[in-house]
Nanobody
């Protein structure tokens, strides 16, 4: 019913930037709470950024000041702008949407971000 398609991952050097995109379909996008998670090898999945439907944002301390979550309602897309990337940012990044009309959340398949030193 709800599908999330992620893109924008890749290989970047330390200090570089990437913008991840998550295109959503099958829901009222404007009412969804959007999140980005990441999971590095051997580590637990961690919450990176949250964007409420009303515009409030929250970030993990490790990315605060470097990452920005935003959405384009016309394109049904949420973004994660990642600047000043570090090797410790290397992980699979997952898009998540809580959809109130279905009373549950949905996940994308993940996109790999690799930051070389």
């Amino acid at each position: 019913q709800v599908r999330l398609v992620e893109s924008g991952g890749g290989l970047v050097q330390t200090g570089g930037s990437l913008r991840l995109s998550c295109a959503a379909s099958g829901s009222i996008f404007e009412l969804n709470t959007m999140k980005w998670y990441r999971q590095a090898p051997g580590k637990q999945r961690e919450l990176v950024a949250v964007l409420q439907s009303g515009g409030s944002t929250n970030y993990a301390e490790s990315v605060k000041g470097r990452f920005t979550i935003s959405r384009d309602n016309a394109k049904n897309t949420v973004y994660l702008q990642m600047n000043n990337l570090r090797p410790e940012d290397t992980a699979v990044y997952y898009c998540n949407a809580f959809v109130p009309v279905f009373l549950r959340d949905f996940w994308g398949q993940g996109t790999q971000v690799t930051v070389s030193s």
